[in-house]
Antibody, heavy 122, light 107 residues
Framework: QVQLVESGGGVVQPGRSLRLSCAASGFTFSSYAMHWVRQAPGKGLEWMTI????????YYADSVQGRFTISRDNSRSTVYLQVNSLRPEDTAVYYC???????????????WGQGTVVTVSS | AIQMTQSPSSLSASVGDRVTITCRASQGIRNDLGWYQQKPGKAPKLLIYAASTLQSGVPSRFSGSGSGTDFTLTISSLQPEDFATYYCLQDYNSPWTFGQGTKVEIK
Protein backbone atom coordinates (compact mmCIF):
# COMPACT_ATOMS: atom_id res chain seq x y z
CA GLN A 1 0.00 0.00 0.00
CA VAL A 2 1.07 3.58 -0.61
CA GLN A 3 2.82 5.16 2.34
CA LEU A 4 4.39 8.56 2.83
CA VAL A 5 6.33 9.15 6.03
CA GLU A 6 7.67 12.59 6.89
CA SER A 7 10.50 13.24 9.30
CA GLY A 8 12.98 15.92 10.27
CA GLY A 9 10.72 18.31 12.12
CA GLY A 10 11.50 19.74 15.53
CA VAL A 11 12.05 22.88 17.53
CA VAL A 12 14.46 25.31 15.91
CA GLN A 13 15.57 28.86 16.60
CA PRO A 14 14.66 31.69 14.22
CA GLY A 15 17.16 32.03 11.39
CA ARG A 16 18.22 28.40 11.52
CA SER A 17 17.63 25.67 8.94
CA LEU A 18 16.06 22.23 8.76
CA ARG A 19 15.79 19.52 6.16
CA LEU A 20 12.51 17.68 6.08
CA SER A 21 12.24 14.26 4.45
CA CYS A 22 9.35 12.29 3.06
CA ALA A 23 10.02 8.59 2.47
CA ALA A 24 7.68 6.92 0.01
CA SER A 25 6.80 3.27 -0.44
CA GLY A 26 4.22 1.10 -2.15
CA PHE A 27 4.41 2.76 -5.57
CA THR A 28 6.88 3.67 -8.31
CA PHE A 29 8.14 6.88 -6.75
CA SER A 30 10.07 8.01 -9.83
CA SER A 31 6.85 8.25 -11.84
CA TYR A 32 5.10 10.82 -9.62
CA ALA A 33 5.38 14.51 -8.91
CA MET A 34 5.45 15.32 -5.22
CA HIS A 35 4.22 18.30 -3.20
CA TRP A 36 4.69 19.88 0.21
CA VAL A 37 1.77 21.53 2.01
CA ARG A 38 1.84 23.10 5.44
CA GLN A 39 -0.66 24.08 8.11
CA ALA A 40 0.05 26.60 10.84
CA PRO A 41 -1.62 25.96 14.21
CA GLY A 42 -5.35 26.63 13.96
CA LYS A 43 -5.03 27.81 10.35
CA GLY A 44 -5.85 26.50 6.90
CA LEU A 45 -3.80 24.52 4.44
CA GLU A 46 -1.08 26.32 2.50
CA TRP A 47 0.37 24.84 -0.67
CA MET A 48 4.13 25.38 -0.77
CA THR A 49 5.94 23.57 -3.55
CA ILE A 50 5.98 20.86 -6.21
CA UNK A 51 8.75 18.86 -7.84
CA UNK A 52 8.23 16.95 -11.06
CA UNK A 53 8.76 13.19 -11.28
CA UNK A 54 12.35 13.57 -12.45
CA UNK A 55 13.24 16.68 -10.47
CA UNK A 56 13.59 18.87 -13.55
CA UNK A 57 10.76 21.24 -12.67
CA UNK A 58 10.02 22.94 -9.38
CA TYR A 59 7.55 25.63 -8.35
CA TYR A 60 7.12 27.49 -5.10
CA ALA A 61 4.56 29.62 -3.33
CA ASP A 62 5.59 33.25 -3.12
CA SER A 63 5.72 32.99 0.67
CA VAL A 64 8.63 30.52 0.58
CA GLN A 65 10.34 31.33 -2.71
CA GLY A 66 14.04 31.80 -2.11
CA ARG A 67 14.04 30.30 1.40
CA PHE A 68 12.75 26.79 0.79
CA THR A 69 14.15 24.26 -1.69
CA ILE A 70 12.50 21.04 -2.78
CA SER A 71 14.53 18.13 -4.09
CA ARG A 72 14.21 14.40 -4.54
CA ASP A 73 16.30 11.26 -4.68
CA ASN A 74 14.49 8.68 -6.77
CA SER A 75 17.02 6.00 -5.81
CA ARG A 76 15.90 6.44 -2.20
CA SER A 77 12.20 7.13 -2.97
CA THR A 78 12.48 10.27 -0.90
CA VAL A 79 11.53 13.90 -1.38
CA TYR A 80 13.14 16.64 0.69
CA LEU A 81 12.33 20.15 1.76
CA GLN A 82 15.24 22.32 2.79
CA VAL A 83 13.91 25.15 4.91
CA ASN A 84 16.27 28.05 5.56
CA SER A 85 16.13 31.32 7.48
CA LEU A 86 13.23 30.02 9.52
CA ARG A 87 10.76 32.49 10.99
CA PRO A 88 8.20 32.05 13.76
CA GLU A 89 5.46 32.17 11.11
CA ASP A 90 6.95 29.00 9.55
CA THR A 91 5.73 27.07 12.60
CA ALA A 92 3.40 24.45 11.14
CA VAL A 93 2.71 20.84 10.36
CA TYR A 94 4.41 20.03 7.07
CA TYR A 95 2.80 17.40 4.86
CA CYS A 96 4.11 15.74 1.74
CA UNK A 97 1.62 14.51 -0.83
CA UNK A 98 1.69 12.51 -4.03
CA UNK A 99 0.30 13.98 -7.21
CA UNK A 100 -1.70 11.63 -9.38
CA UNK A 101 -2.03 12.70 -13.01
CA UNK A 102 -4.22 10.91 -15.54
CA UNK A 103 -3.75 10.67 -19.28
CA UNK A 104 -6.25 13.50 -19.50
CA UNK A 105 -3.86 15.59 -17.40
CA UNK A 106 -6.29 15.63 -14.49
CA UNK A 107 -4.25 16.24 -11.35
CA UNK A 108 -4.91 15.71 -7.66
CA UNK A 109 -3.15 14.95 -4.38
CA UNK A 110 -4.29 11.41 -3.72
CA UNK A 111 -2.01 10.30 -0.88
CA TRP A 112 -0.70 12.33 2.06
CA GLY A 113 1.75 11.68 4.82
CA GLN A 114 0.90 12.12 8.49
CA GLY A 115 2.94 15.32 8.72
CA THR A 116 5.98 16.49 10.64
CA VAL A 117 5.83 19.39 13.09
CA VAL A 118 8.20 22.33 12.82
CA THR A 119 8.27 24.84 15.67
CA VAL A 120 10.32 27.99 15.25
CA SER A 121 10.99 29.57 18.60
CA SER A 122 13.82 31.10 20.55
CA ALA B 1 -1.28 33.62 -8.05
CA ILE B 2 -4.89 32.52 -8.41
CA GLN B 3 -6.96 33.33 -5.34
CA MET B 4 -9.59 30.88 -4.15
CA THR B 5 -12.42 32.33 -2.10
CA GLN B 6 -14.35 29.71 -0.18
CA SER B 7 -17.65 30.25 1.63
CA PRO B 8 -18.96 30.00 4.18
CA SER B 9 -16.01 29.84 6.57
CA SER B 10 -18.12 27.75 8.91
CA LEU B 11 -21.59 26.31 9.13
CA SER B 12 -23.72 24.40 11.60
CA ALA B 13 -25.85 21.55 10.36
CA SER B 14 -27.68 18.50 11.58
CA VAL B 15 -27.30 14.88 10.59
CA GLY B 16 -29.33 14.33 7.45
CA ASP B 17 -29.05 17.93 6.23
CA ARG B 18 -27.98 18.85 2.73
CA VAL B 19 -24.84 20.97 2.86
CA THR B 20 -23.35 23.14 0.13
CA ILE B 21 -19.92 24.77 0.13
CA THR B 22 -18.76 27.10 -2.62
CA CYS B 23 -15.39 28.10 -3.98
CA ARG B 24 -14.73 30.95 -6.40
CA ALA B 25 -11.50 31.39 -8.37
CA SER B 26 -10.07 34.80 -9.18
CA GLN B 27 -9.73 33.70 -12.81
CA GLY B 28 -10.99 30.83 -14.91
CA ILE B 29 -9.48 27.46 -13.99
CA ARG B 30 -11.50 25.17 -16.31
CA ASN B 31 -12.40 22.23 -14.06
CA ASP B 32 -8.99 22.01 -12.38
CA LEU B 33 -10.27 21.90 -8.83
CA GLY B 34 -10.32 19.38 -6.02
CA TRP B 35 -12.06 19.12 -2.69
CA TYR B 36 -10.37 17.80 0.44
CA GLN B 37 -11.69 16.85 3.86
CA GLN B 38 -9.62 17.26 6.99
CA LYS B 39 -10.42 16.05 10.47
CA PRO B 40 -8.59 17.40 13.55
CA GLY B 41 -5.06 16.08 13.88
CA LYS B 42 -5.26 14.21 10.59
CA ALA B 43 -3.92 14.69 7.09
CA PRO B 44 -6.29 15.95 4.41
CA LYS B 45 -8.20 13.39 2.37
CA LEU B 46 -9.10 13.74 -1.30
CA LEU B 47 -12.85 13.67 -1.95
CA ILE B 48 -13.39 15.09 -5.43
CA TYR B 49 -11.07 15.92 -8.31
CA ALA B 50 -11.55 17.55 -11.70
CA ALA B 51 -14.40 19.46 -10.05
CA SER B 52 -16.86 16.58 -10.17
CA THR B 53 -15.09 13.20 -10.18
CA LEU B 54 -15.53 11.22 -7.00
CA GLN B 55 -12.32 9.73 -5.63
CA SER B 56 -12.43 5.97 -5.28
CA GLY B 57 -13.85 4.88 -1.94
CA VAL B 58 -15.57 8.20 -1.18
CA PRO B 59 -19.30 7.89 -0.39
CA SER B 60 -21.69 8.95 -3.13
CA ARG B 61 -23.35 11.52 -0.86
CA PHE B 62 -20.43 13.76 -1.78
CA SER B 63 -20.64 15.49 -5.14
CA GLY B 64 -18.95 18.38 -6.88
CA SER B 65 -19.90 20.68 -9.68
CA GLY B 66 -18.76 23.77 -11.51
CA SER B 67 -16.36 24.99 -14.11
CA GLY B 68 -14.52 28.20 -14.86
CA THR B 69 -14.64 30.28 -11.70
CA ASP B 70 -17.49 28.90 -9.58
CA PHE B 71 -17.52 25.52 -7.89
CA THR B 72 -19.66 23.69 -5.37
CA LEU B 73 -19.21 20.77 -3.00
CA THR B 74 -22.47 19.19 -1.88
CA ILE B 75 -23.06 16.65 0.84
CA SER B 76 -26.53 15.29 0.15
CA SER B 77 -27.25 13.89 3.62
CA LEU B 78 -24.76 14.83 6.31
CA GLN B 79 -23.47 11.93 8.38
CA PRO B 80 -21.78 12.07 11.80
CA GLU B 81 -18.40 11.25 10.25
CA ASP B 82 -18.69 14.23 7.86
CA PHE B 83 -18.15 16.85 10.55
CA ALA B 84 -14.77 18.20 9.47
CA THR B 85 -13.13 21.07 7.61
CA TYR B 86 -13.33 21.14 3.82
CA TYR B 87 -10.90 22.83 1.44
CA CYS B 88 -10.90 23.48 -2.26
CA LEU B 89 -7.58 23.41 -4.14
CA GLN B 90 -6.96 24.70 -7.64
CA ASP B 91 -4.46 22.76 -9.74
CA TYR B 92 -4.86 24.82 -12.90
CA ASN B 93 -1.39 26.32 -12.58
CA SER B 94 1.45 26.79 -10.12
CA PRO B 95 1.42 27.99 -7.46
CA TRP B 96 -1.52 25.79 -6.56
CA THR B 97 -3.78 27.51 -4.04
CA PHE B 98 -6.24 26.42 -1.39
CA GLY B 99 -9.44 28.06 -0.30
CA GLN B 100 -9.57 29.24 3.30
CA GLY B 101 -11.58 26.23 4.43
CA THR B 102 -15.11 25.58 5.65
CA LYS B 103 -15.64 24.05 9.07
CA VAL B 104 -18.79 21.94 9.24
CA GLU B 105 -20.00 21.71 12.81
CA ILE B 106 -22.83 19.90 14.56
CA LYS B 107 -25.94 21.98 15.18
Amino acid sequence: QVQLVESGGGVVQPGRSLRLSCAASGFTFSSYAMHWVRQAPGKGLEWMTIISYDGSNKYYADSVQGRFTISRDNSRSTVYLQVNSLRPEDTAVYYCARERTDISSTERLDYWGQGTVVTVSS
Amino acid sequence: AIQMTQSPSSLSASVGDRVTITCRASQGIRNDLGWYQQKPGKAPKLLIYAASTLQSGVPSRFSGSGSGTDFTLTISSLQPEDFATYYCLQDYNSPWTFGQGTKVEIK
